[in-house]
C-alpha cells in the first residue's frame, strides 16, 4: 500500500495495483503432462466421480431423511438437475435425452436433495433461514431460492414475478380486455399462492371425485378468465405448447417405434399415423381464440386439494408461460400421471364453459398429447419402464377411443 495514500484524510483508501505474477516455471509442464496422461475431461464427469469416490451422497440421504435410489442413479439424477438449470436448457428438455430418468425423477431429486449443503447448514446451525435465503433474493426465480421455499420456509413461484412484470403497475382493473391493477396483482397472487405454506394433497395416484374434478375445473377457469389478454400476451410463450407437441409425435411416429405384440399398440399407431398425416394437427398450432397463462404441465400432482376449503390449488410455475386454453385443458386430461389414478374427463370438461370451437380443440388436442404418450410407452420407449405393466395396451385404447 502507497503510504501517502494511506495517510490522506479527503478520500477513500487506495491500493497499488499489483503487476501479475509470472506463470511458475513448473506449471506448464505439469499442464502438459495432464493433458497428455489424461486429454480432455467435461468437468461433469469430474464431478460425477468425484461424488460417488468419496461417498459424499451418504451425507445428502442421511441429511434428508434416507433415500432407496442407488447412488449412481442419484448422481446422475444431479448431474441432470445441474446441467439442466447451469446451461438454461431446462428439466424438460434435459428429461428427453437418451437417458433411463424421466422428467418427475429429475424434478423428484431436485426437489428433494439440490437444497442439502443449505439445509445441512441449518441444521447444524451455522447459518439461519433467512440468511440463506436472503443470498437469492436479487434474483427469486434462483432455483435455490424456489427449492426453499418449497422446503416450506416460504412460498413464491415464477408466477407473480411474470403477471407484477406487466404494464400499468397501480391502474385500475378494467376486465379480460383491460389492464391488471396493482389490486388485481395482489387479488391473483393470494387466490393463487396464498402460502406460506400450501395446504392440501396432490390428486396424483387418486380417484379423483366429482366434487374435486368441479374444483379443479374452478381453479382452472379463474386462472384462465382472471388475467386481462394484454398481460397475458406479454409473458413469454411456455415451451412446452402445440407446435411442440405437435413436432414430437410426428417425430416418433415417423421412428416406426417397437410397440411390442400387442395387437391394439399397433391398430393404434396405424390409425394415429394416418391422423397424423392430415391437416388436423397443423391446424391446432394457430389459435384463433385468445391466450391464456398456462402451467404446460398436466401433471396431476400440480394440482392439490384442500379437504377444508374444498377448492383446489394449482402448484409448480416453473414451466408456465402463454399458452392455448385449449391445450392447457387436454394436458390435464391426457397427461400419463393419470394411469396411476383416475381422473373422468369428461366430467371435468362438462364443468368447463366450453364454446363450440373450443371444445372441437380440446378434442384433437386430446387425440394428440394421448397419441404422443403412446408412442414413447413402447418396450425401447423413454417411459416403458415406469409405468404398470399394461399401461401401453390401455393408452393404446385411450388413442383409438379418441380417434374414433
Keep these: 500500500m502507497n503510504a501517502t495514500e494511506w495517510g490522506c484524510r479527503s478520500g477513500a483508501i487506495k491500493l497499488t495495483k499489483i503487476e501479475a505474477a509470472d506463470e511458475l516455471r513448473n506449471l506448464r509442464k505439469i499442464k502438459n503432462e495432464v493433458g497428455r496422461r489424461w486429454g480432455s475431461v467435461p468437468l461433469i464427469d469430474m464431478l460425477k466421480e468425484a461424488v460417488l469416490r468419496t461417498g459424499s ?8 431423511g434416507g433415500s432407496n435410489l442407488k447412488p449412481e442413479v442419484l448422481a446422475e439424477r444431479l448431474m441432470l438437475t445441474i446441467y439442466g438449470y447451469g446451461t438454461n436448457t431446462g428439466i424438460r428438455a434435459v428429461a428427453s435425452g437418451g437417458h433411463a430418468h424421466s422428467e418427475d425423477d429429475i424434478r423428484y431429486v431436485r426437489r428433494r436433495f439440490w437444497v442439502i449443503k443449505y439445509a445441512t447448514a441449518i441444521k447444524q446451525g451455522t447459518a439461519s433461514t433467512e440468511a440463506i435465503l436472503r443470498r437469492f433474493t436479487e434474483s427469486a426465480s434462483h432455483p435455490t431460492y424456489q427449492a426453499m421455499l418449497e ?115 399397433h391398430q393404434a399407431y396405424r390409425a394415429g399415423a394416418v391422423w397424423l398425416a392430415t391437416t388436423a394437427p397443423d391446424k391446432l398450432t394457430a389459435d384463433p381464440l385468445p391466450p391464456v397463462l398456462g402451467l404446460s404441465d398436466g401433471n396431476h400432482a400440480n394440482y392439490l386439494w384442500d379437504d377444508h376449503d374444498h377448492q383446489v390449488r394449482i402448484i409448480d410455475w416453473e414451466d408456465s408461460g402463454r399458452s392455448d386454453r385449449a391445450f392447457e385443458l387436454a394436458e390435464v386430461c391426457e397427461h400419463i400421471s393419470g394411469v396411476d389414478g383416475t381422473l373422468d374427463a369428461e366430467q371435468l370438461l362438462a364443468a368447463m364453459e366450453l364454446t363450440r370451437q373450443e371444445r372441437e380443440r380440446v378434442r384433437d388436442f386430446r387425440r394428440l398429447l394421448a397419441l404422443g404418450w403412446f408412442l414413447m410407452l413402447g418396450p425401447d420407449g423413454p417411459f416403458a ?12 385404447r385411450r388413442v383409438l377411443h379418441l380417434l374414433a
Design 151 to 265: 422446503a416450506g420456509h416460504a412460498q413464491k413461484t415464477i408466477f407473480p414475478y411474470k403477471i407484477t412484470s406487466g404494464p400499468g403497475q397501480g391502474s385500475t382493473p378494467t376486465g379480460r380486455d383491460g389492464d391488471l391493477g396493482s389490486a388485481a396483482r395482489l387479488g391473483l397472487m393470494t387466490r393463487f399462492l396464498p402460502a406460506p405454506r400450501l395446504p392440501g394433497r396432490v390428486l396424483r395416484g387418486q380417484h379423483v371425485t366429482a366434487e374435486q374434478a368441479t374444483a379443479m375445473a374452478a381453479a382452472l377457469t379463474r386462472l384462465h378468465q382472471a388475467i386481462p389478454t394484454p398481460v397475458v400476451e406479454a409473458v413469454e410463450p411456455a415451451a412446452w405448447g402445440p407446435a411442440a407437441a405437435v413436432a414430437k409425435a410426428r417425430t416418433w411416429a415417423d421412428k416406426q417405434p417397437n410397440l411390442g405384440d400387442t395387437p391394439a399398440a
Design 57 to 64: 451422497l451418504n451425507a445428502v440421504t442421511s441429511v434428508v
Design 385 to 396: 419402464a415406469r409405468n404398470p405393466a399394461g399401461t401401453l395396451e390401455r393408452q393404446a
